[in-house]
């Protein structure tokens, strides 16, 4: 069981991460992670608001661990994709690859590693050397890099995103760098007849391929995978046989944004 919060010895702290696809939450107390929250982008920005930095506070309120004045002395940072589109009361805010990179040191204790955050709509890899940020590369120019196009594909092959991250083995070759033109190819080679589990594996492997030169100026001896493509074990697998090195996804990748951002 968690201490009791002093308010005289402890601040909450808040961390927002406002992605393409999801807001995501975290909040932590005396160093610990109390609570971890996440809402469908468009349904949280039509049920808050502006009120986007209170939007925590109200559901760690209706948990009853926390009294209001605790939550309203809470210090937040917000961070993501629309960070400078809402009115944030009360909140700081900060780059997305310096919350990601304060995320991943946090929930892997390690202080030399790539990061490869793999979000809804961008993929960020960074190079960070004793604990500190040392280069980072972005692919914020096609959804094809991105957890965006293996939903495309999935619906295309009428599978869920789960079955579809199940499948690494014997990939059916996909050669199209546009996540369009993709969708085109994939097509073509359901018609040729290939197996669901072969076309699957074909897309994972597309996604990694993508990714690999971006890993390439960085290399380190750990890689850290986040955001909520992390959570595809194919891809992970895939990366492991292409890079020849472990990898390291965090107990909590989805929402690694914003354990970074309650962090700073």
Known sequence: MRRPYTLETDKMQIGIDLGSRKAKFAALSDGEIVRLADYDTVTFYKRFGSIVADALRLDLAATGLFTPEELADAAVVVTG????TLNLHGARIVSEIRAHVAGALRQTGLREFTLLDLGGQDTKVALVREGRLAD???NDKCAASSGRYL???AAILEVSLDELS???RE???LDST???FGESELIGQILRGHPTDRLCAGVNQTLVKRVLP???RFPSRHLVVTGGVARNGALVRLLEQETGQPVVVPPHPQHNGAIGCATL
């Not at 994709?81 to 400078?84: C, D, M, S, T, V």
């Open 171 to 173: 990939p059916v070759q």
């Open 136 to 138: 980072f590369v972005m």
């Open 166 to 168: 199940s499948h690494w």
């Open 81 to 84: 994709y629309g960070r400078n």
């Open 151 to 153: 939903e495309n594909m």
């Open 214 to 216: 971006m890993l390439r």
């Open 178 to 180: 546009c996540g369009i």
